[in-house]
């Protein structure tokens, strides 16, 4: 049995334009066309495929309303009784006259008779005369595949169809231009004598020949137009070699003499019979140490065994041998690599009496080859290293671009919404102050001060943590950081409560890092104040820092013996204003965590917190190096 890519490839190639129209589903839908369809009726398979055929036959504006209503009843004639249709269509097509046509609407059906698709297809000979005769059946693939070139036009120089080999010569695919102005594709003013030539065959309804030279193929051909009742076919022949031979006298006369390639002729038997100049520059000998000398001179022995009678055999057999490489063997017993281009030298009857080699030295050319090579595995590593750099640049720029959202978010809070209360609370207990400090003795003097003095502290705080929003988004440069000295300095910022708390701060051994040493302070800075912070009542705080040294990246920890954490709640202290506790218990506003892990994530690391309720907590974050 046929495979179905056989079968869909077999349908595709089918001559005569069909369809098929898949009955399976609630609307009678078209699943496959043939490039013989879509050709004829100038649309691509794209525009017809999964149409549903009642929309496709609507449609066509070049069938008449009496025809559509025709076919549509025809398909379901066909099936309701699985038996196939034929019916006669008049279509007035691509601008030409109009044309009469049968289509057979062909059910198949499973075993038990129900059908499961049908075929469309056109198939009388009125359609098929519009192009040429020749385009029908076996001749068809037979012009499909000639090693030369045709195709059929028009008129008015619409192309109808051309063949493979066409399409090769005039370096187009064939659905870009057939149904189109041949003029349209080509630049008529480039084509002049071309376009007269056509037009004369057309005006005079007799057969015209014409030899025009390919530039961009660099071949001759012979061009015949045949007229016929509505256009043109023409015949591209490639007469290339029937060019060369006239003037191949005179042309190798002056290849010979000018070429700095080797040009050696010799008998079949293998004896030298011409040595040119081109030929002494390559091997060393001059012609009178080559004339009349064997041919294996100047092949290694080793291949003038394997590869000479071969070569023989071929010239015998008329054969033309173009670029062959392999080596050769000079006067110094030099080995060099060469291309070889062999023909065979015919008498005059035809015969091959013996061979004309063309030595080209590619020695150089292997080793550039080499080279090239070698650089173009370079430059691939190089493009995937490239490829791979571009896409962790693709990844930071979006880690920055989510970074830069949030904080613009902080920045707006920070600057507007929690800074309005602390304008209002500074504002009021000012003019408190001003107006009714007479009212006042010394110490409730003094807590006007303490609360206007706490109140511009927290402003400081917001505009501290807005700069540093700011900063965040600056490129700074990293600078070798002493976290000892950094906790040293945490240590005197908490003097006054370390001493009232009677806390201990346990830290030795701590690395020096490459980073940036302000966010590092302030990362150190909130895990120390918390674990002061979130202390037992008359329990001396005890803090202890270690940093444990890992392949790729240092591992700190800060350990409390404070009041713990619930486990439900190790990552929701890490959202902004999240609080584990009234702020009557411990102040705070619930940004310190939150900043904290902005800050190592900014940094590339990592934060986590395990800790036991009533025990203490060990807060995690990872630097790397």
Known sequence: MLEVSSLEAAFNMALLPSVVIDMQGIIPTIVAVNTAYATAFNQPISAIKNMSFKDHVQNNAFISNADKSLLLQS?????????????????????????????????????????????????????????????????FVMLEYLSDGFFAIAND???????????????????????????????????????????????????????IFSEELQLWYEVTAYPFNIGLSVYLKDITERRIAIERESLLASIINSSEDAIISKTLDGIITSWNKGAEQIFGYTSEETIGKSIGLIIPPELFIAEEPNIVLQIKNGVHIKHYETVRITKNRQFIDVSLTVSPIKNASGEVIGASKIVRNI????????LLKQQNIALTQSAEELAALNTSLEQK???????????????YVASHDLQEPLRMVTSFLTQL??????????????????????????RQ?????????????????????????????????????????????DYKDLPELHTFAVPLQLVFQNLIGNALKYCKPDIAPIVTISACDCADYWQFSIADNGIGIEAEYFD?????????????????????????????????????????EHIGSTFYFTLPK
């Not at 493979?164 to 057939?178: G, M």
């Not at 020695?363 to 080499?370: A, P, Q, R, S």
């Not at 003094?446 to 609360?451: E, M, R, S």
């Open 572 to 612: 929701k202290i890490f959202i902004i204003f999240q609080r584990l506790h009234a702020k009557e218990a411990y102040a705070g506003t619930g940004m310190g965590l939150a900043i904290t892990k902005k800050i190592i994530d900014n940094l590339g690391g990592k934060i986590w917190v395990s800790s036991t």
């Open 157 to 211: 120089f619409t192309v109808l169809y051309l063949n493979l080999q066409a399409e090769k010569i005039w370096n187009v695919k064939r659905a870009d231009i057939v149904g189109k102005n041949l003029w349209h594709y080509f630049d008529k003013s480039k084509f002049e004598s071309i376009y007269n030539f056509y037009l004369a065959a057309i005006e005079t309804g007799k057969t015209q020949y014409i030899d």
């Open 363 to 370: 020695t150089e050319k292997k080793l550039t080859d080499v």
């Open 75 to 139: 398909l379901q004639q066909a099936i309701s009784t699985g038996i196939p249709q034929h019916i006669v269509i008049c279509n007035y097509f691509q601008n030409l006259t109009h044309l009469n046509y049968t289509v057979i609407l062909q059910p198949i059906t499973n075993t038990q008779g129900t059908v499961l698709s049908i075929t469309y297809t056109v198939t009388t000979s009125d359609f098929l005369s519009q192009i040429p005769n020749l385009l029908r059946g076996q001749e």
């Open 461 to 505: 705080i917001i505009l501290d943590l807005l700069e540093f929003s700011r900063i965040g988004r600056i490129e700074t440069p990293m600078e070798i950081v002493s976290t000892m000295a950094l906790i040293d300095n945490i240590k005197v910022l908490y003097t006054k409560e370390l001493e009232d708390k009677k806390a201990t701060l």
């Open 433 to 458: 102050n001003n107006k009714y400090a007479d009212a006042f003795d010394e110490r409730g003097k003094k807590y006007i001060d303490f609360a206007v003095d706490g109140a511009k502290r927290m």
């Open 397 to 411: 720029a979006k880690s920055l671009a989510a970074s830069n959202a949030e904080l613009e978010q902080f920045a």
